[in-house]
């Protein structure tokens, strides 16, 4: 069984790290178009961000819909550290990479405070306060007015001029406008190692004790405590990884744009990232890096059927769903694809 999960694990680091060579090839033939460039940065946060979230609903059991604001807190204070630091310093990757830590250790903290009061919370109630709390931080970072002078910081919750700044000051945040002018220190390079540290973090955790003590309270809570496990401490532990993970990828995605504003942050969001967790299979970490990627790069491909486009987009997600939890497919799979895969073992 150890085997088989350090082969599965393999495969899944694998995967990534040949879909980066090939891209990489692509790139520096020049075969790819600007499209498609636009798209790997993206990707790679989408990939995180359903790696992220599938420790919280397929390995924690518990249903959250607040990843979005954890990723909207790990954007901005990452952004904002990096334009505060953009003349100091010039070398980009130690700054994107300090920037990161910088949104992970925000969002951590977030996941932490949050974690406590409501992860005594199950089901549907979980899932609407965690929402509610996505939507709290993302409407508390659209109020915020942040500036710079000789005289320091100014902050304001009102509008720009109410700051108090000297002529010339710098606004660094601006509302709902947000932050424009970070550095776009996000590269595809960069993305590809982040994703291989959160799939490491993840998969670490799951195959560790903790992680084991994390499943067992996921299949049966009332068993876990009748054996002495600390079920708040084990599911705030899956919980605040989490957070910090999703704040990584925000922070990654705020330097791959011009502007950062909160309002991007929405439900919708959390929602798009539940769908990559629940196509990719529930509790399957590689299920959702290939889901992540499909439903990334499939709007763009059908860009060109433009009025047809999102319909054969559902029709696609519809299939991807039963294919992945109707009964007759799971019985159509394990009687063909089962059989396939068991007779290849005994040729080799």
């Not at 924690?60 to 550290?81: K, N």
């Not at 011009?258 to 299979?281: E, H, M, P, R």
């Not at 939890?325 to 080799?348: C, D, Q, T, V």
Request: aromatic share 10%; glycine share 10%; with cysteine.
């Amino acid at each position: 069984m150890k085997n088989k999960k350090l082969m599965g694990n393999l495969i899944t680091y694998g995967l990534v790290i040949v879909a980066y060579a090939i891209v990489a090839y692509l790139l520096h033939a020049g075969r790819l178009t600007s499209l498609v460039k636009g798209l790997l940065v993206p990707i790679c946060v989408y990939v995180i961000l359903a790696v992220s979230l599938n420790l919280v609903v397929g390995i924690s059991g518990e249903l959250s819909l607040g990843h979005a604001g954890f990723m909207c807190v790990g954007a901005f204070s990452g952004a904002f550290f990096s334009k505060c630091l953009q003349d100091t310093l010039s070398f980009a990757p130690l700054r994107l990479a300090l920037a990161i830590a910088v949104g992970a250790v925000v969002a951590a903290v977030f996941g932490l405070l949050i974690g406590i009061p409501v992860l005594r919370l199950k089901g549907d109630y979980l899932a609407i306060v965690t929402l509610a709390f996505g939507e709290i931080i993302k409407n508390v970072m659209n109020i915020f007015y942040i500036g710079l002078d000789s005289n320091g910081f100014h902050f304001s919750v009102k509008d720009q001029f109410s700051m108090g700044m000297e002529p010339g000051g710098e606004i660094l945040v601006s509302g709902p406008m947000g932050i424009t002018g970070t550095p776009k220190d996000a590269s595809f390079l960069a993305g590809i190692i982040l994703i291989l540290i959160t799939l490491f973090v993840v998969l670490h955790l799951i195959d560790s004790r903790d992680g084991r003590a994390i499943m067992a309270i996921r299949d049966n809570r009332i068993a876990a405590d009748s054996i002495g496990l600390n079920i708040t401490h084990y599911k705030l532990m899956a919980f605040t990884v989490s957070a910090a993970l999703t704040g990584a990828a925000g922070s990654l995605y705020a330097h791959n744009l011009a502007t950062l504003q909160a309002k991007k942050f929405d439900y919708n969001f959390s929602i798009l990232a539940l769908v990559f967790v629940v196509l990719g299979g529930i509790g399957n970490i590689r299920g959702s890096v290939i889901a992540a990627v499909v439903l990334t790069v499939l709007p763009e491909l059908l860009r060109g059927m433009a009025n047809y486009r999102m319909l054969i987009y559902s029709i696609i997600l519809i299939l991807m769903m039963l294919f992945n939890w109707a009964p007759r497919f799971l019985e159509w799979r394990e009687r063909h694809l089962g059989r396939l895969f068991r007779k290849n073992r005994k040729e080799e």
